[in-house]
């Protein structure tokens, strides 16, 4: 049978700014108890006193905060260089039997000027072509066959290098996605190699979001 407390701790695992916030004590349990009558009441199907809810909500133990591990710590201390990179444009494409064949020919192009910006990401129906503006032209041309799904200009990326045990800790990019979302810097793109992290924003998110990803390091 759920109970109060299961609830509260359902709703605090899908809900990790409040889950940080009460593991700091920063969060107000009367106000917090109130906003949460009506959710918890729906899931037990009963009415429900704000008192059994603060109660849970300070019985609650959330697991080790991410960012107080010493491995956390050590990672984020030790995140590399922040490269940005201004002037791309992202095509996507609907996946084809052609598309393999035509994006070899776009690689032999590229592979002339190693200035120029480029990724793919190939998806389960579409793919992602991620290249410096300079290219709109000769995409298009070598792609005319293919059907593009979207075209989107003025785009910045912002690349992280990570240290190489990154991958064996947990959370690691949730601190970058909490400081961008509380900055209200909407991603357009996020892409990731084992060792580097790149978010694809609108130029005008760019200086913000630079600003944003320099304060997890600091």
């Known amino acids: 049978m759920k109970t109060v407390s299961n609830c509260v701790e359902d ?3 899908t809900q990790p700014y409040l889950e940080e916030a009460l593991s700091r004590n920063i969060i107000n349990f009367s106000a917090l108890a109130l906003e ?3 959710p918890i009441s729906k899931m037990l199907k009963k009415d429900v006193k704000p008192g059994a809810i603060m109660m849970a909500l300070r019985r609650y133990n959330p697991p080790i905060t991410l960012g107080n591990s010493i491995k956390m710590k050590r990672v984020i201390q030790n995140l590399g260089d922040i490269t940005v990179r201004s002037n791309l444009t992202d095509f996507t494409v609907k ?3 052609t598309l393999i064949d035509n994006h070899a020919k776009i690689l032999e192009h590229i592979n002339k000027d190693d200035k120029l910006f480029y990724t793919f990401t190939r998806g389960i129906h579409e793919s992602n072509i991620i290249v410096s503006s300079s290219l709109n032209d000769f995409i298009k041309n070598h792609l ?4 593009f799904l979207a075209v989107q200009k003025d785009l910045s990326a912002i690349s992280i290098n990570l ?3 990154n991958s064996k800790i ?5 601190h970058f996605f909490k400081r961008l979302a509380w900055e209200g810097i909407v991603l357009y793109e996020v892409l990731s190699t084992t060792n580097e992290f790149t978010i694809l924003v609108e130029d005008e998110f760019v200086d913000k979001a630079f ?3 320099k304060r997890v390091k600091s």
């Open 95 to 97: 996946n084809s039997t």
């Open 36 to 38: 949460l009558v009506e």
């Open 211 to 213: 600003t944003a990803i």
């Open 170 to 174: 947990a959370g690691l990019y949730y």
């Open 163 to 165: 240290p190489q045990d």
């Open 11 to 13: 709703i605090l695992i």
């Open 144 to 147: 005319k066959n293919e059907a």
